[in-house]
């Protein structure tokens, strides 16, 4: 049996679309734009190995994402700087 390995971009897109079947949200993707939609509600996703830097945070909040889902946690700076912005944090798993 032969096992499928798939680039890490396409484990971060299934990543996205497990997010969105379980936040019951829309997947959107691409360049720019959030990752997920659930009506107002903007969320970003990240499928990392390390935690969120506050550079993502601050991506994010330039595309006006109010929520940021990451599967390996959050930095202090990045915790600290979604407060500030008033984004929300959600380990993902």
């Not at 969320?43 to 506050?54: C, D, G, L, Q, R």
């Not at 946690?73 to 984004?87: H, Q, R, V």
Request: aromatic share 4%.
């Amino acid at each position: 049996m032969v096992t499928k390995h798939l680039s890490p971009s396409k484990r971060g897109v299934q990543y996205e679309k497990r997010q969105a079947t379980k936040t019951k949200s829309k997947h959107l993707g691409g360049s720019g734009k959030p990752d997920l939609q659930k009506g107002k509600i903007k969320i970003e996703v990240k499928n990392w190995a390390t935690p969120v830097h506050s550079g993502i945070v601050k991506d994010a909040s330039e595309k006006k994402v109010t929520t940021i889902i990451s599967k390996s946690g959050f930095t202090k700076p990045a915790i600290e700087l979604a407060k500030k912005k008033s984004i929300n944090l959600k380990k993902g798993r």
